[in-house]
């Protein structure tokens, strides 16, 4: 994301920002990064942003006051999928965290993250990057690809032959990579890399599988190239 594009939006039910909260310290990071058009709306109004395509602008949602411990609500769902969104202030156990992945939100912030944290997540998410614990990226990955492997066997041949998409074994290998829940830092540290040639990695991996985002990536890779995962990883 450019920085002409940093733009949030914070959707709150509370009605006032109280000092030292977690909100107070959101909206200071958010300005101490340059991030422009900053402001509150009320929770009930997030109906009204499903029709808003401003893609490149981060909603974060406060779920101080929210559960969404078995699935994501079709309204948030669908907001996902028009713009990156940010579920802040969760209670342990408050939110399903694969649900909220499979769901396209790019991260959770605990309401126990310090300020350190919060700005590490912050600027990994403005980044392109998810934020999430590693072990649910790499476990819902796995469920999926273990999915896949038990259906292969129904998917006509033509629909999975990889070399339609001329990936290269370097971006195989960072899809590989990302499925396990590496970030681009450690990717480019593990390959020997910039972080700036892993993004130009990703970038051609999008445009060529017709991605999105990192979920829409795995999604396709774990459907059409499950095999090829496993085979370049080591590359």
């Given at each position: 994301m450019g920085k002409a594009a940093r733009m949030a939006t914070i959707i709150t039910a509370q009605q006032t920002i109280k000092e030292q909260s977690n909100l107070y310290y959101l909206r200071s990071i958010l300005l101490m990064l340059d991030v422009e058009n900053v402001f509150l709306e009320n929770f009930e109004l997030i109906a009204e942003q499903v029709g808003c395509d401003a893609?490149?602008?981060?909603?974060?949602i406060?779920?101080?006051?929210?559960?969404?411990?078995?699935?994501?609500p079709q309204n948030i769902s669908t907001l996902a999928k028009k713009r990156p969104i940010v579920l802040?202030?969760?209670r342990d156990g408050a939110v399903s965290e694969r649900s909220a992945l499979l769901a396209g939100i790019k991260g959770i912030i605990y309401e126990t993250d310090k300020p350190d944290v919060q700005l590490k997540s912050i600027r990994a998410i403005f980044d392109?990057?998810?934020?999430?614990?590693?072990?649910?990226i790499s476990s819902t990955f796995s469920e999926l690809l273990s999915e896949h492997i038990q259906?292969?066997?129904t998917v006509p041949q033509a629909e999975i032959d990889e070399s339609t998409y001329n990936l290269t074994k370097r971006e195989k290998t960072i899809i590989k990579l990302i499925a396990e829940g590496a970030q681009n830092k450690e990717i480019a540290n593990k390959l020997h890399i910039s972080d700036h040639t892993v993004k130009t990695?990703?970038?051609?991996?999008?445009?060529?599988?017709?991605s999105r985002n990192r979920i829409e990536l795995l999604n396709w890779a774990r459907q059409f190239f499950p095999d090829a995962l496993t085979r370049y990883h080591t590359n």
């Open positions: 893609t490149e602008q981060v909603t974060f406060d779920m101080a006051t929210v559960k969404w411990t078995e699935y994501i802040m202030n969760v392109g990057e998810l934020w999430f614990r590693r072990s649910i259906t292969k066997s990695h990703l970038y051609s991996a999008f445009k060529k599988t017709k």
